[in-house]
């Protein structure tokens, strides 16, 4: 069971500068830490470099799908879970960051 937090549903949550460039998705929203990233939460989104943080338990489902800027993604060694096609038809991926003892995840994480 994860403990009481915020869940990131979208882009708006995060308020990045400029959709193609870095979106670090921050420890709080609204004084709850964040746990998760909803399903479909940045899909098609326009954004080159995402940093989540450490408070991070789980990503959903298409959480990150069709993002085709996306050049590097950093994630903590806290992910547990990472939905099905979490990252599906990112064409411009070109590293991502791990650190993780253990991860529950689907063999179609980075399929196109």
């Known amino acids: 069971m994860l403990p009481d937090g915020a869940v990131l549903k979208g882009i708006d ?24 990233v909803a399903s479909y939460a940045f899909s098609y989104a326009l954004i080159k470099y995402i ?12 959480a990150f ?3 085709y800027s996306i050049e590097n993604i950093v994630l903590p060694d806290s992910i547990r879970s990472i939905g099905d096609y ?23 994480l980075f399929a196109s």
């Open 13 to 36: 949550a995060c308020n990045p500068p400029d959709y193609n460039s870095f979106l670090k998705i921050p420890d709080e929203v609204g004084g709850k830490p964040v746990i998760g």
């Open 51 to 62: 940093q989540l943080p450490g408070t991070i338990k789980f990503i959903g489902s298409n």
């Open 65 to 67: 799908s069709d993002c």
């Open 86 to 108: 979490a990252f599906v038809f990112c064409m411009n991926l070109e590293s991502v960051h791990l650190k993780i003892v253990a991860i529950f995840y689907s063999s179609n």
